[in-house]
């Protein structure tokens, strides 16, 4: 059974700095991009990040130069390093695994920012 943990959320100032983390368990054939949404009370869910298998990435434009997405292939770990935190970007950030035949959420952490 395939899960996704995450951790890393939390109550932070304006300004200030988090790094979330998103590790799968469980065996996934061929994962091709692993990603990160965020969700905001009120707002549809929204990309803010994603690496491919082959490095690339791609961002929201409100996060570039930001927020940068890695990933460690042998712990099957995905990061969202968050800087320069606005309260803009408090939401429930959910980690996504895209694979060839199927597609996995996390439970979602919460990031507050406060002014």
């Known amino acids: 059974q395939v899960q996704l943990v995450e951790s890393g959320g939390g109550l932070v100032q304006a300004g200030g700095s988090l790094r979330l983390s998103c590790t799968v368990s469980g065996s996934i054939f061929r994962i091709n991009a692993m990603s990160w949404y965020r969700q905001a009370p009120g707002k549809q869910r929204e990309l803010v990040a994603e690496?491919?298998?082959?490095?690339?990435?791609k961002y929201a434009d409100s996060v570039p130069g930001r927020f940068t997405i890695s990933r460690d292939n042998a712990k099957n770990t995905v990061y969202l390093q968050m800087n320069s935190l606005k309260p803009e970007d408090t939401a429930v950030y959910y980690c996504?695994?895209?694979?060839?035949?199927?597609?996995?959420w996390g439970q979602g952490t919460q990031v507050t920012v406060s002014s």
């Open positions: 996504r695994v895209l694979s060839t035949f199927s597609t996995y």
């Open positions: 690496i491919t298998n082959s490095g690339g990435t």
